[in-house]
């Protein structure tokens, strides 16, 4: 960080994930701040709320003195253009500089220095993103671990688990993936598998997290948990034939999240399923942190 205020217009970006908060600023090419930290009291369903966080989050990053010309913010559960355009009012007026908010899966797209295409990430959840050649950001998918979510680390969890309540149902003694999942859970049989997930306070997270068990399971020879990551991939290349439906370019594919790009397994399954749902589509692995996208978009603003 510089010590003394930059010299050249000043460009923020934000991204704003389920769990940590990125924030970058540029003059030119000269990094300004780089600060990182966690999303603990982001509340998107609250304007004022967020833009009182973002606000501070600004000016507790930059060099005292140091006022941004424009903000740009990829907001996660930020759902509607509606919602993000009320953060952006709200922030706009605080800040009293040019500012855009969007949904934090819109930031893969300029991420990856790509002027259109579908931004899809599978995390903790999973959730795509594309804009039509007029008109307003379509989003699909990203209900939430309990009803959506394919493809995320949460979603393959509850699936792995369906998948061994129905072998258990059809009397198949536990294989690799079941056993995995009581280890996970710490139970002892298949039947309590399902008072642990109802348990979670925090399902998404909760239940998240012991999606390695089910990647180890498939590695171990589990047919059942290849069976759940085969379906995952084809989940996820469902969302992007959902927006190419609904008239979005999807040419190019920018791939992000932890667990579809940190288990080859998964992404294996979603890119042979893309190719034959939609054989001219092109998935690109996003190699920057999507942060960038951000910061393009307050360049843009200027």
Same mark, same amino acid.
């Given at each position: 960080?510089?010590?003394?205020?930059?010299?050249?217009?000043? %460009? %923020?970006?934000?991204?704003? !994930?389920?769990?940590?908060?990125?924030?970058?600023?540029?003059? $030119?090419?000269? %990094?300004?701040?780089?600060?990182?930290?966690?999303?603990? #009291?982001?509340?998107? =369903?609250?304007?004022?709320?967020?833009?009182?966080?973002?606000?501070?989050?600004?000016?507790?990053?930059?060099?005292?003195?140091?006022?941004?010309?424009?903000?740009?913010?990829?907001?996660?559960? @930020?759902?509607?253009?509606?919602? @993000?355009?009320?953060?952006?009012?709200?922030?706009?007026?605080?800040? #009293?500089?040019?500012?855009?908010? *969007?949904?934090?899966?819109?930031?893969?797209?300029?991420?990856?220095?790509?002027?259109?295409?579908?931004?899809?990430?599978? #995390?903790? $959840?999973? %959730?795509?993103?594309?804009?039509?050649? @007029? $008109?307003?950001?379509?989003?699909?998918?990203?209900?939430?671990?309990?009803?959506?979510? &394919?493809?995320?680390? /949460?979603?393959?969890?509850?699936?792995?688990?369906?998948?061994?309540?129905? /072998? =258990?149902?059809?009397?198949?003694?536990? &294989?690799?993936? /079941?056993?995995?999942?009581?280890?996970?859970? !710490?139970?002892?049989?298949?039947?309590?598998? #399902? +008072?642990?997930?109802?348990?979670?306070?925090?399902?998404?997270?909760?239940?998240?997290?012991?999606?390695?068990?089910?990647?180890?399971?498939?590695?171990?020879?589990?047919?059942?948990?290849?069976?759940?990551?085969?379906?995952?991939?084809?989940?996820?290349?469902?969302? *992007?034939?959902?927006?190419?439906?609904? !008239?979005?370019?999807?040419?190019?594919?920018?791939?992000?999240? !932890?667990?579809?790009?940190?288990?080859?397994?998964?992404?294996?399954?979603?890119?042979?399923?893309?190719?034959?749902?939609?054989? $001219?589509?092109?998935?690109?692995?996003?190699?920057?942190?999507?942060?960038?996208?951000?910061? +393009?978009?307050?360049?843009?603003?200027?």
């Amino acid at each position: 960080m510089q010590d003394s205020p930059p010299s050249g217009p000043l %460009v %923020v970006g934000v991204d704003v !994930g389920g769990t940590k908060t990125h924030l970058r600023a540029l003059t $030119g090419d000269a %990094v300004v701040a780089d600060h990182v930290r966690a999303s603990t #009291g982001w509340r998107p =369903h609250d304007p004022a709320a967020a833009a009182r966080l973002l606000t501070g989050l600004v000016r507790e990053a930059l060099p005292e003195g140091a006022r941004p010309a424009a903000v740009a913010v990829g907001a996660h559960a @930020c759902e509607t253009p509606r919602q @993000c355009a009320r953060i952006r009012d709200a922030l706009q007026l605080s800040l #009293g500089v040019p500012t855009r908010v *969007v949904g934090d899966a819109e930031l893969l797209v300029p991420a990856a220095g790509l002027d259109k295409g579908v931004g899809l990430v599978a #995390g903790t $959840g999973s %959730v795509a993103v594309g804009r039509p050649p @007029c $008109g307003d950001p379509v989003q699909v998918g990203g209900w939430g671990a309990v009803l959506g979510d &394919e493809g995320g680390a /949460a979603g393959l969890v509850r699936e792995a688990a369906r998948a061994v309540w129905a /072998a =258990h149902d059809r009397g198949e003694e536990p &294989e690799a993936l /079941a056993l995995g999942l009581l280890a996970a859970f !710490g139970v002892p049989e298949v039947p309590a598998l #399902g +008072a642990a997930l109802e348990s979670a306070s925090h399902v998404s997270a909760e239940w998240g997290r012991h999606a390695p068990a089910v990647f180890a399971a498939a590695a171990g020879g589990s047919a059942l948990a290849r069976s759940v990551i085969a379906e995952a991939g084809t989940a996820l290349a469902a969302l *992007v034939a959902r927006l190419a439906a609904r !008239g979005v370019a999807v040419d190019d594919v920018v791939v992000a999240g !932890g667990t579809v790009l940190g288990q080859p397994a998964l992404y294996e399954a979603f890119t042979s399923a893309l190719a034959d749902a939609l054989p $001219g589509a092109r998935p690109r692995p996003l190699t920057v942190a999507p942060v960038e996208g951000a910061v +393009a978009l307050a360049r843009s603003l200027l």
